[in-house]
């Protein structure tokens, strides 16, 4: 980013490499507007006080759910058996025994 806290074009042609995007020539500053945009907010949001709000850590006591303790609206969290590989394996449609095989997805 440029020392005034903006994206500049360059950071959005970086972001859309890293992303493996392809951008048109009349994306970019809209991209880049975009970005800043969303940066503006986040620097709003840092701005306010939230001294004295307690951290939000289960969404559920805000929407009313009743949870008596950390987890208790969660299965108990037990050691079981895993699958056996040989059978996930031997129904996979392809396999090099240990792994699944699957086609190629992104290309550099």
């Known amino acids: 980013m440029s020392e005034n806290g903006g994206v500049t074009e360059q950071d959005v042609l970086r972001v859309a490499e890293l992303a493996n995007l392809e951008l048109t020539t009349e ?3 809209r991209m880049q507007r975009d970005l800043n945009a969303i940066l503006g907010h986040v ?10 709000v307690p951290a939000m850590s289960q969404v559920g006591e805000m929407l009313g759910a009743e949870i008596e303790g950390a987890g208790a609206a969660l ?7 895993s699958l056996d590989r040989k059978a ?10 240990r ?5 190629k997805v992104i290309e550099r």
């Open 27 to 29: 994306e970019v500053p």
């Open 43 to 52: 620097a709003q949001l840092q701005e306010l006080n939230t001294e004295g």
């Open 75 to 81: 299965r108990p969290d037990t050691v079981r058996p």
């Open 88 to 97: 996930v394996m031997a129904a996979a449609p392809e396999t090099d025994g």
């Open 99 to 103: 792994f699944f095989k699957v086609p």
